[in-house]
């Protein structure tokens, strides 16, 4: 096994709370000190105290276990406003929000997102079809053609 996918591993099972989960684990650096990041997410959104409290625990586990011989750099943090969004359980926080969606054929969307069902989301975009008038078209999008999804901050 290897390194990212143990320290996946043990963050998974260090994670406290029925809403807390693990979205993305990444081990970078070629040379020491190595860089350990671990990016936790919430339904509500994950505080301070959650990152803290998972550094805490999951540093003490890799000293314990001896899976960084050498130093290493460990981050534990909540998706940025400009992280995509990687787990379909992320995107029930953002339900009204506008979001911008890359397609695996590269074509994008953006609109309000409106819904979701257990194959996709469902989005309200603009129809450009008609240039005089401003109208928007109900679309549904299976996850499996979102190649990424961003979160579009307003600040109307």
Not at 31 to 53: F, H, Q, Y
Request: net charge positive; with cysteine; aromatic share 4%.
């Amino acid at each position: 096994m290897d390194i990212s996918a143990r320290i996946t591993e043990l963050a998974a099972s260090l994670i406290k709370g029925p809403s807390l989960f693990l979205v993305d684990v990444a081990v970078s650096g070629n040379r020491p000190p190595k860089k350990v990041t671990v990016v936790i997410d919430d339904d509500t959104g994950a505080t301070i105290e959650d990152c803290a409290s998972l550094s805490r625990a999951l540093s003490a586990k890799l000293d314990e276990e001896g899976m960084m011989p050498e130093n290493y750099v460990l981050e534990v943090t909540s998706p940025g406003v400009d992280s995509p969004l990687k787990l379909k359980r992320q995107y029930g926080k953002h339900l009204g929000r506008g979001l911008k969606v890359v397609l695996k054929d590269k074509s994008q969307l953006k609109g309000k997102f409106t819904g979701m069902t257990g194959e996709g989301i469902e989005m309200e975009c603009e129809d450009k079809t008609d240039k005089k008038k401003k109208a928007t078209k109900k679309m549904e999008i299976p996850f499996d053609m979102i190649d990424k999804a961003l979160v579009q901050i307003s600040f109307k």
